[in-house]
């Protein structure tokens, strides 16, 4: 039963671990990401007088690193997602159920 435990126990913690990671990701994505754009539209030499319009280059890091994110995302809370499946196995069963009624109803008519 120890045994069990500890690899419940060392499961758990993995898991924390990736869920801690990825707010670390979130959290360096936003910072770099701001300062960047913050950067890019020219805050810090002219002031916020001379704000220029935003163009596409700015937003190319945050883009694609964003989809890398994403996946991390996807990845950690691949379990969050069961909710899903257990609509999608709920509908499966229900939709078998109701064409075997049908399939009774029809058979004794």
Sequence with gaps: MDNY???KYKKAKKRVKEVK???IHLTVYITVNLILIIINLGVFQSGFSGI???KWPMFTTPFFWGI???FHGLHVFKNSFKIFKDWEDRKIKEFME???EDLKRNKFK
């Design 68 to 70: 890398g994110l994403f």
């Design 5 to 7: 435990n500890e690899t």
């Design 98 to 100: 109701k064409e075997e």
């Design 52 to 54: 220029e319009i935003p």
């Design 21 to 23: 990671d990825f707010y």
